[in-house]
């Protein structure tokens, strides 16, 4: 009934989902050697591969700041991270996840795209599937740019925030055994986000600076496959 395991908990369903949106899709391929999609099903993983993405994006934001009240504010933990506090967090990233997806996928459908085309990607990736487009996409450009620096750079900086001023706070604490343990009880969260940003943005600035679908491809491997993976490992050895 912690705040931190009722986000775990959350966090675990999101991560199963966000990898059951490409790689059921990728083995099936892989095993039938038939890499073929619908239309509607590329539109369909879009919208919810962009919902648990986002998802997992505003969850990781929202355990930051139960670890920053949890080490800068011991005493009123309990008062402040309150089951309604916790639960609202939840839902209003579910809420703006599901209406970020939607707006993105909307925004596809209204593009007009030419017969059998192919997708230099193991997974309908938004990006990749505008590039196809036979219209003008310049709208959907501006508005992937926007929201990445609204939704994404957003929450990276409230976690950046959330951790400075853990660190002020642990370096305020005369106990080494206090610092120790300060350190040790945000440690698992830090590992996942480092994970979790790190591989997002190696991927899009490969992308950027080699232009090379495959390596794109290869390096989405890590955030869509391996960070899900490794994030129970991580958690559970702490737990």
């Not at 990898?19 to 509607?40: C, D, F, G, N």
């Not at 919208?47 to 998802?55: E, I, K, Q």
């Not at 929450?155 to 055994?177: D, E, F, N, T």
Request: glycine share 4%.
């Amino acid at each position: 009934h912690q705040p931190m395991f009722i986000l775990l908990c959350n966090l675990s369903f999101v991560d199963i989902c966000f990898t059951s949106t490409t790689v059921p899709k990728m083995l099936a391929s892989i095993q039938t050697q038939s890499h073929v999609i619908t239309y509607e099903d590329c539109i369909t993983q879009v919208y919810f591969f962009l919902l648990f993405g986002m998802l997992d994006n505003f969850l990781l934001t929202v355990m930051a700041y139960d670890r920053f009240v949890a080490i800068c504010h011991p005493l009123h933990y309990t008062v402040i991270m309150n089951p309604q506090l916790c639960a609202l967090l939840v839902l209003a990233s579910w809420i703006t996840s599901a209406l970020y997806s939607l707006l993105q996928s909307l925004m596809v459908l209204r593009l007009s795209f030419c017969a059998d085309l192919e997708i230099p990607h193991f997974f309908c990736e938004l990006n990749q599937v505008i590039q196809l487009a036979c219209s003008d996409n310049f709208s959907n450009n501006v508005v992937i740019y926007v929201s990445a620096l609204l939704l994404g750079g957003g929450p990276l900086a409230g976690i950046l925030c959330s951790y400075s001023k853990i660190v002020s706070s642990i370096r305020g604490m005369s106990s080494a055994q206090g610092k120790h343990k300060a350190f040790s009880t945000c440690g698992s969260h830090l590992s996942v986000v480092s994970l979790f940003y790190c591989t997002s943005l190696g991927v899009y600035l490969s992308s950027a600076v080699t232009h090379s679908s495959q390596s794109s491809a290869v390096a989405s491997v890590m955030y869509t496959v391996v960070t899900p993976m490794l994030n129970p490992i991580i958690y559970r050895v702490r737990t």
